[in-house]
């Protein structure tokens, strides 16, 4: 899978994930969805691991 001009790559992806992730966090637990919520806090985590990494590395 290509990096599309403009898209910001891989690293930004990450981060943008990370954030939206966590977003879905909140609405899953605040409806009462704590299954949901819990799968949607280890997708977070393992975004930001992969910004941690990656930045780590220089981005590549």
Known sequence: MG????????????????????????IARRHGLDTLGFLLDMAQMEAEDIVRLRAGRGGR
């Open 3 to 26: 990096e599309t001009a403009g898209d910001g790559g891989p690293d930004e992806a990450a981060h943008y994930l990370a954030v939206a992730v966590a977003d879905l966090g909140l």
